[in-house]
Structure formats: C-alpha cells, structure tokens
T-cell receptor, first 113, second 111 residues
Framework: GAGVSQTPSNKVTEKGKYVELRCDPI?????LYWYRQSLGQGPEFLIY????????DSGLPNDRFFAVRPEGSVSTLKIQRTERGDSAVYLC???????????FGAGTRLSVL | KNEVEQSPQNLTAQEGEFITINCSYS?????LHWLQQHPGGGIVSLFM???GKKKHGRLIATINIQEKHSSLHITASHPRDSAVYIC?????????????FGKGTHLIIQP
C-alpha cells in the first residue's frame, strides 16, 4: 500500500485479555516504530525495529508488552493481561532509515473495559 | 529528564493571522520534527530539520541549535490549518532511538 496501515482501527477488550495490534509499514522501510498516545498527550516511544530485530525496546512499560517483526516487514504489538491503563491510541510509524522522516499510520484505538 | 516543551498549549486566531508555535528541548538533538495531527486523524510529518530554516508553502520551520529552540510559523492562516501541531526530537549521544514528543499545540483558526 501507499502508506502505513494499522489494524484494527478500534479494539475493545476486557481487563485481563490478550490483544494483538498489527502494523504494515511502507514497502521498503527498514525502520519501524511503535508509539502510544494517551488522551491529551503527545505520543510516547515504545519500541523501534531495524529490520527484524528490536533495536531499542526501552520504551515498553513492562513485560506485558511485546512486539515482533519476524520478516522485517509487518509488525505485531502484543499486550498480555490488559489493564484499563493500557487504553490509548497505539501508533505505528516507518521510515527508510533511523534518521529519516517517519510516516505514521492512523493508529489503533484500544479500549480496555 | 529529557523533555520537549511546547507553547502555547492552545491557540485561537482569526483567519489570515500569522501564527507562531514554539518548541524547546533540554539536551542535544540530532533532528527535530514538526508534525500535524487532525482530530480523529493520523499524524503527518511537516518538517524534519537539524539546522537553519525550512519552508513549505505557508509553513516555515526554524531551529536554533545553540538555544535549543524551534519555531513553526504559519502565514496567512486558514481554518483548514486547525489541528494539533506536535514538536518531536531525536536526542543525540545515546538514549531511545524513537522520537520524544511534546504535548502538542491545539490550534483553531476561526473564519
């Protein structure tokens, strides 16, 4: 596709459940980022992939959060035992290189009830 | 703590006015980004700069590395410019590889 695609656009789940959020970056972009944006705040960095490897996961809040990018393209953000505080918009971005302009997806709005 | 501060937080102006949004940061950076976010919409990158000034249409971004400060200007503002404008930086010398974002400036341009 032409841009970064994120699915689903909205996800409602119950506290304690497991969720997966998908990001399909722009073709050829080796760098992929996950961010989280709470209401009224700017996005916060979660994790960065260069190719298949997680080059920097320093922003993941705890071990309930995990992300993979097995073939260096699509990435999945996984959240175990969801908590109400995980409710936010999860944004994915990709760029040609680490230093390049980042292109953002429309985000997945996660609501944990 | 590495922080990105934006001002003002909210700005309402009349169509045609010259708009300035400011961004300051605390430590050295390798690049600064200005982004636009419409309500319910995704984030669009406007500028990425590491020095000097860039211009695109009615938008101008400047950065002063010594003062750790950047400004985004909008000339001849229009209601369609209404959005949240976010400043984000990539810190140099180690730290997270992702961007660190300000809280954004909510701009409303009234006709």
């Amino acid at each position: 596709g032409a841009g970064v695609s994120q699915t689903p656009s909205n996800k409602v789940t119950e506290k304690g459940k497991y969720v997966e959020l998908r990001c399909d970056p722009i073709s050829g972009h080796t760098a992929l980022y996950w961010y989280r944006q709470s209401l009224g705040q700017g996005p916060e960095f979660l994790i960065y992939f260069q190719g298949t490897g997680a080059a920097d996961d320093s922003g993941l809040p705890n071990d309930r959060f995990f992300a993979v990018r097995p073939e260096g393209s699509v990435s999945t953000l996984k959240i175990q035992r969801t908590e109400r505080g995980d409710s936010a918009v999860y944004l994915c971005a990709s760029s040609l290189t680490l230093q390049g302009i980042q292109y953002f997806g429309a985000g997945t709005r996660l609501s944990v009830l | 703590k590495n922080e990105v501060e934006q001002s003002p937080q909210n700005l309402t102006a009349q169509e045609g006015e010259f708009i300035t949004i400011n961004c300051s940061y605390s430590v050295g950076i390798s690049a600064l980004h200005w982004l636009q976010q419409h309500p319910g919409g995704g984030i669009v990158s406007l500028f990425m700069l590491s020095s000097g000034k860039k211009k695109h249409g009615r938008l101008i971004a400047t950065i002063n590395i010594q003062e750790k400060h950047s400004s985004l200007h909008i000339t001849a503002s229009h209601p369609r410019d209404s959005a949240v404008y976010i400043c984000a930086v990539r810190y140099s010398g180690g730290g997270a590889d992702g961007l660190t974002f300000g809280k954004g400036t909510h701009l409303i341009i009234q006709p």
